[in-house]
Structures are given as structure tokens and as C-alpha cells.
Nanobody, 119 residues
Framework: QVQLVESGGGTVQAGGSLRLSCGVA????????MGWFRQAPGKGRELVAS???????NYADAVKGRFIASRDSAANMVFLEMNDLKTEDTAVYYC?????????????WGQGTQVTVSS
């Protein structure tokens, strides 16, 4: 089975922080490059952050300086620390990666976790 499991969403006031986690159900593959996406109501899904196997990170301009992507390789988990949250950060957040499985190259998504930022 190839599945990502997310946790850590919730409701927070503007200026607050949340930390999202993403791991592999059953630890069936090793996370390499991971992307964090979000989708706000009525909008398309957008990439907000990514982290490579070598821990290089990249951020969308809207979150640069506020969000931090990191990983715990020993635990095979990836995190998105979100600071100074704004109401416009309200969205469902998804982790996303690719892996080889059963001779196929698969794109794998987390189930999504709701982040709500109130004013």
C-alpha cells in the first residue's frame, strides 16, 4: 500500500502557528522530495513549499519567510511549520510525493488537513 498520512491542521488566530506532519502509512517507501500544496475554497491547488532528499527547500512567495519545510529522515517524516499565519492561508493542505512501487512510478497524495486562520 502506498499512502501518505497527514496530521496537524486546525484552527488558529491570525499571527499564530501550526505544524503539519506527513508520514508514510506502514513505512512502505522512503520519502525523497516532498511538496506541500494547499487548496482554498473556490481556488485551484497551489504548491507552497517543497523539500528535496538533500533538504533543499523552496517556497512560494506568499509564504516565504513564514513557512519552513523540514524532515526527520530517521522517522521518514516531513513537516511544514507555518508561522505568522494569515487569514489567506486558510485552505486544505496536502503533502505530495512520487515513488516507485510495483514497477510503476506513482504520485502519492496525503488525505489533506484543514487549516483555518481566523481574524
Amino acid at each position: 500500500q502506498v499512502q501518505l498520512v497527514e496530521s496537524g491542521g486546525g484552527t488558529v488566530q491570525a499571527g499564530g502557528s501550526l505544524r503539519l506532519s506527513c508520514g508514510v502509512a506502514g513505512n512502505t517507501f522512503i520519502i525523497e522530495t516532498m511538496g506541500w500544496f494547499r487548496q482554498a475554497p473556490g481556488k485551484g491547488r497551489e504548491l507552497v513549499a517543497s523539500i528535496t532528499a538533500g533538504d533543499a527547500t523552496n517556497y512560494a512567495d506568499a509564504v516565504k519567510g513564514r513557512f519552513i519545510a523540514s524532515r526527520d529522515s530517521a522517522a521518514n517524516m516531513v513537516f511544514l511549520e507555518m508561522n505568522d499565519l494569515k487569514t489567506e492561508d486558510t485552505a486544505v493542505y496536502y503533502c505530495n510525493t512520487h515513488t516507485s512501487w510495483n514497477r510503476k512510478y506513482l504520485e502519492v497524495w496525503g488525505q489533506g488537513t484543514q487549516v483555518t486562520v481566523s481574524s
